[in-house]
């Protein structure tokens, strides 16, 4: 058996998230049915580094494979761009140790949430970025976001349905960044909890919009009540960006 790591790339807007569900289009089962075809009807269970939900976006998302195949990564690229839709893409192939795992072995990952700033809607970017036109004080919101910097226990970044109980994650990074009509967030962490980055994005935009003080940021982290931090951002302006291994 070889262990098989791929960077993908996915339109997340046709499906109802990552992982398998009944009755539902997800990138899991898209990705394992074009396997099960190639393996003549054999099912290969894929392991990802993490699940994004309904109408998320991938550019680096991880998963790895064991087959019996003996095939190069080229080729393994080729056949598996032939056989997924035109919404999932392969982007890499290597061949991995066999102790690899995407999810476990996971260091890092960012995400990016895209912001679409302009008086008027983009009928090209709906499914693409969250349309905002509203004045924000950028500055405001670079502020907030340096509460969030560093190791927090994120219960109310967090939506209420997770079933993780150690909420605790570090951040070591927040960007947020003008391009004529854009605001592009992004962070860099050790992992996310359900819905934080979302929650965050719509926390910040509250700042920005002043409905909350920078400083307020503290306070709602310290509370661990996820009813008072902002709404949570629609899914269709998030992307997983990239994600680390190592150092």
């Known amino acids: 058996m070889e262990r098989v790591k791929c960077i993908i790339a996915y339109d997340g807007t046709n499906f109802s998230g990552y992982q398998v569900q009944p009755n539902k289009r997800t990138v899991q089962s898209e990705i394992e049915g074009a396997l099960k075809k190639m393996h003549k009807g054999y099912e290969v269970k894929i392991v990802a580094s993490g699940r994004t939900d309904a109408k998320v976006h991938a550019l680096g998302q991880v998963i790895h ?33 066999s102790g690899f795992h995407a999810r476990y072995d996971v260091s890092a990952k960012e995400y990016r949430y895209k912001l679409l700033t302009s008086h008027e809607g983009n009928v090209f970017e709906r499914n693409y970025s969250y349309h905002y036109p509203y004045p924000l004080d ?25 079933g993780v109980k150690d909420k605790v994650r570090t951040i070591t990074h927040i960007q947020i960044e003008k391009q004529t009509d854009e605001l592009i967030f992004s962070f860099l962490g050790n992992g996310f909890l359900y819905n934080m980055v979302r929650i965050l994005v719509g926390t910040l935009l509250d700042v920005g919009r002043g409905a909350i003080p920078p400083f307020e940021v503290k306070n ?23 994600v680390f291994y190592g150092d």
Request: hydrophobic share 40%.
């Open 138 to 162: 950028l500055d405001a919101m670079r502020k907030a976001a340096d509460y969030l910097v560093g190791t927090h226990d994120f219960s109310s970044f967090c939506a209420s349905r997770t």
């Open 220 to 242: 709602i982290l310290a509370s661990r009540d996820r009813t008072l931090a902002g709404k949570t951002a629609p899914g269709q302006g998030l992307y997983l960006w990239k």
């Open 65 to 97: 494979f064991d087959s019996t195949f003996t095939i190069s990564p080229d080729r393994w690229k080729q056949a598996l761009n032939a056989l997924f839709p035109d919404d999932i893409q392969v982007k890499s192939v290597e061949i991995a140790d």
